[in-house]
Nanobody, 115 residues
């Protein structure tokens, strides 16, 4: 069974920083692309950042230059460092991968940014 468990969410002020982590189990972590998505109240879930097995990263325009995705293959973890946070970054953040032909999601972690 594949499990993804997020941590590190919480409350931050605008301009502040948070670091999210996602712990993966049940997969050969290092070969999979890992993704962070978010869903704000009343909005569709959106892909925020991705990192492939070679470490290549991609970001949605709204977070490029402020967020940094990274991975630690020794510990089967993917991280999302969020700097210069804005109130519009408020959302539930989800870790996701596609393993063995199936999308696997974590339960999410809430990030709330106050102005």
């Amino acid at each position: 069974q594949v499990y993804l468990v997020e941590s590190g969410g919480g409350l931050a002020q605008a301009g502040g920083s948070l670091r999210l982590s996602c712990a993966a189990s049940g997969i050969n972590f290092k070969i999979y692309t890992m993704n962070w998505h978010r869903q704000a109240p009343g909005k569709q879930r959106e892909l925020v950042a991705s990192i492939d097995s070679g470490g290549k990263t991609n970001y949605t325009d709204a977070v490029a230059g402020r967020f940094t995705i990274s991975r630690d293959n020794a510990w089967n973890r993917v991280h999302l460092k969020m700097d210069s946070l804005k109130p519009e970054d408020t959302a539930v953040y989800y870790c996701q991968t596609k393993a063995r032909g199936r999308d696997v999601w974590g339960r999410g972690t809430q990030v709330t940014v106050t102005s």
